[in-house]
């Protein structure tokens, strides 16, 4: 694959795709260390056919943005929380852990040495980052690999669902995505291994993607396969599912934070039924890639529930949106230690 041409990218019209920028940060472990990480150009990784991650799944993930102001300075936001969530993953598939004031420090490295693919400020593109480690080394039996790959890389992207703030519909699943003592709570490749047919399915019928249900009962909300629900109840009160296997998310706790605290909202994190979509007046999908993407329908056992409307957002999703996407972009103050300056 070529790599990627930052005077080349039309920065009205970047979607979510990988593209392979000129540095990536890499660190090795081995021999029951971190060894010395640092910046390279090599974006190709070179494993034994028999590491842990290839065969049992030994992988975690993150995903972060940089984003541009408008005075031309280059922030994160929130890049502790992704540190500690990253922590927390690791631990659970007994990985090492990467100290996580050099988590962040290797994130902004990576940001300021791509900084050219930090799409200019005014169009919505950010630089998406991916830190990821993998478990590498010769090991057959189901153990945890010897020696593992921590590498960050970063693209630039636009909308992850197409609409961007024009509303997509979903659909709930007939799959588990995680189960409530499983691995839900961690950003762990299996994780999105398994939710590929249940989003392919709900693709083939015409639906941006799928939203899952309780492992238990298959009767409250847990999240889509790649960002939080929420809703906005008719009395006001941002609503986000509880429970012990859906993701972490750093926007929605953020979303949380700001609605009672910004917005003038009631915020709860709740279990919802999801024969209970009359309470809601909105309702979106929230993450990294998806920021805040607004969900015109929900449709369960072939019946479609409308929330606000099928083509516009609606005006409590829309003030979240500003107000979260503004801070993110340093237009909108930002509550104590929620974003770090890059450059
Ligand atoms: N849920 C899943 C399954 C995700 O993959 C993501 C994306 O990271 C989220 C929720 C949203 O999390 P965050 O807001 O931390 O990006
Ligand atoms: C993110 O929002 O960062 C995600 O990880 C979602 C998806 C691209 C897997």
Wanted: net charge negative; with cysteine.
């Amino acid at each position: 694959m070529a790599k990627a041409d930052a005077s080349k990218l039309d920065w009205n019209n970047l979607g979510f795709e990988y593209m392979d920028l000129p540095y990536r940060y890499t660190a090795h472990w081995k021999d029951g260390e971190w060894q010395d990480g640092g910046l390279t150009e090599e974006s190709t990784l070179h494993i034994s056919e028999a590491s842990p991650v290839l065969h049992y799944g030994q992988s975690a993930f993150e995903g972060m943005k940089a984003y541009r102001t408008p005075d031309n300075h280059i922030q994160l936001f929130r890049p502790d929380q992704n540190a500690a969530r990253f922590k927390r993953s690791c631990e659970r598939l007994l990985m090492p852990v990467f100290p996580e004031d050099k988590f962040v420090d290797a994130v902004k490295q990576v940001a300021k040495a791509n900084a050219d693919f930090v799409p200019p400020y005014g169009n919505g593109g950010t630089l998406y980052i991916r830190p990821l480690i993998i478990g590498t080394g010769g090991v057959i039996g189901v153990h945890q690999a010897p020696e593992y790959i921590f590498t960050i890389f970063a693209m630039s992207v636009g909308n992850y669902f197409k609409g961007g703030l024009t509303p997509v519909n979903f659909t709930t699943s007939a799959y588990d995505r995680a189960a409530h003592k499983g691995t839900g709570q961690a950003k762990v490749g299996g994780n999105y291994a398994a939710s590929l047919l249940p989003a392919e399915n709900a693709h083939e019928n015409g639906f941006a993607d799928c939203v899952y249900l309780d492992p238990v009962e298959h009767k409250y909300i847990e999240e889509v396969g790649s960002a939080n629900f929420f809703g906005i109840t008719k009395d006001g009160v941002f609503k986000t599912p509880k429970s012990p296997s859906i993701l972490p998310s750093v926007t929605k706790y953020s979303l949380l934070w700001l609605a009672e605290n910004r917005l003038g909202l009631g915020a709860s994190e709740e279990k919802i039924d999801v024969n209970d979509l009359d309470q809601f007046a909105e309702a979106g999908a929230c993450g990294t890639a998806a920021v805040i993407s607004p969900l015109g329908g929900l449709e369960h056992n072939g019946k479609l529930h409308v929330f606000h409307s099928e083509t516009e957002v609606g005006p409590v999703t829309k003030k979240l949106y500003d107000t979260l996407t503004g801070i993110q972009f340093g237009t909108v103050e930002a509550p104590e230690g929620w974003v770090q300056r890059v450059e």
